[in-house]
């Protein structure tokens, strides 16, 4: 597993690291981070939601890690690479991975659908306020 500043890779976790500590998510598509987020890019996709599910589990721990006494969390990078990780069994693994691969192209899907509805919302209600757009029902 990789872990770094920059631009990163689709399909990585990134994890803030500084003032809201904790925050958890998987990008889609190659994007640029800064020093706030910790972005970890999985050598085997195969372990990609297992490790999204682990830190989304370990934000309390996230958090206590950030809270050394300052008014702003900050994980820095030594502390974030000490995290210990439980790992299960490969068959364990492939079997999770099946399940939740389902469940979050799902979720994908789901999100780039709200996307293109909001879109179009966006795009006709001011036509439907204006009278540019008529209903006939």
């Known amino acids: 597993m990789a872990c770094g500043l920059g631009t990163i890779s689709a399909k990585s976790i990134c994890v803030s690291c500084i003032a809201t500590v904790g925050l958890v998510v998987i990008n889609a598509v ?3 981070t800064n020093q706030q987020i910790n972005a970890l890019t999985p050598y085997n996709l195969r ?3 297992y490790l999204f599910c682990f830190l989304r589990n370990y934000t ?3 958090e206590a890690l950030g809270s050394g006494g ?8 030594s502390l974030f690479s000490g995290i210990e990780l439980k790992c ?3 068959r364990s693994l492939n079997e999770f991975n099946d ?4 469940l ?3 979720i994908e899907a789901n999100t780039r659908q709200i996307l293109t509805l909001q879109e179009l919302r966006d795009t006709l209600l001011p036509k439907l306020i204006s009278g540019e757009v008529k209903v006939h029902a």
């Not at 399940?99 to 389902?102: G, H, K, Y």
């Open 70 to 77: 300052t008014t702003v969390g900050n994980v820095n990078t």
């Open 99 to 102: 399940i939740a691969t389902l």
């Open 88 to 90: 299960p069994d490969e």
């Open 47 to 49: 372990h990609l939601y």
């Open 104 to 106: 979050f192209e799902k």
């Open 30 to 32: 190659k994007c640029q």
């Open 60 to 62: 309390e721990v996230l």
